[in-house]
């Protein structure tokens, strides 16, 4: 919440750094990179210990896209722990967190999970480790995001997931928070850890009412365009 300091650091690429934070006892680094096509940019974000004790935390991205989109996450079947590959937070009176959910708008075709459009209750999360979602915009482009999801970490929000969506109403908030988790660091004093985010804009066709996107189709294209 305090100021950041910003500088260029090379052609298409821009560092911003926090003040020391006394609370959490870090200092945030985040370097940017844009190819020079401008469709692929880099995000790396480094929590360096400013303090005397050894911290734990890690990287929780908070990146809104516009909303109406249908968001497709990858399934890793030999790493999944809830039953249909996906969790919800449900809201109003005691709070809970819904480990079989069904949802007209979230399904499961093939290997994916789709998410259509906003569910009963906006905040979801995946149990999958493929390291890459894509989210198929109106305008005809997909956000593709890739980033680590290492098998053997410990990812500490509540329920464990290293992805998540919150996927409000239009009326609430008109747009769309797509969110990987990074896992857990062990952080020494004057140590650091560092999470980076691979973001990428494909031109993908949107499907015309009553059509659904091919996903093999897609998952290609993200295999060939993003690595």
């Known amino acids: 919440a305090g100021a950041w300091t910003a500088e260029a650091t090379g052609p298409r690429a821009a560092r911003l750094t926090s003040e020391p934070d006394d609370a959490t006892g870090v200092q945030l680094i985040r370097e940017f990179r844009l190819d020079a096509k401008g469709t692929h940019l880099s995000c790396e974000q480094t929590i360096r210990n400013v303090s005397r004790e050894t911290r734990h935390w890690s990287h929780w991205s908070r990146t809104f896209a516009v909303h109406g989109g249908i968001g497709v996450v990858p399934l890793t079947p030999e790493t999944r722990r809830y039953p249909n590959g996906w969790i919800m937070y449900a809201q109003g ?63 500490p929000e509540v329920a464990g997931f290293p992805l998540c969506f919150w996927y409000p109403p239009a009326s609430v908030v008109p747009a769309v928070e797509l969110e990987p988790h990074g896992p857990r660091n062990t952080i020494p004093p004057g140590g650091s850890a560092s999470f980076t985010e691979h973001w990428y804009l494909l031109a993908h066709p949107f499907p015309a009412a009553g059509a659904s996107l091919d996903l093999e189709k897609l998952a290609a294209q993200v295999a060939r365009d993003t690595n």
Do not use: C
């Open 93 to 155: 009176g005691e709070a809970a967190i819904l480990f079989k959910p069904t949802d007209a708008n979230v399904r499961q075709r093939g290997a994916f999970l789709e998410v259509l459009g906003p569910p009963r209750f906006p905040k979801l999360g995946f149990d999958t480790l493929a390291g890459w979602f894509a989210y198929v915009m109106p305008h005809g482009q997909a956000f593709v995001k890739r980033y680590a999801s290492p098998r053997d970490a410990v990812y």
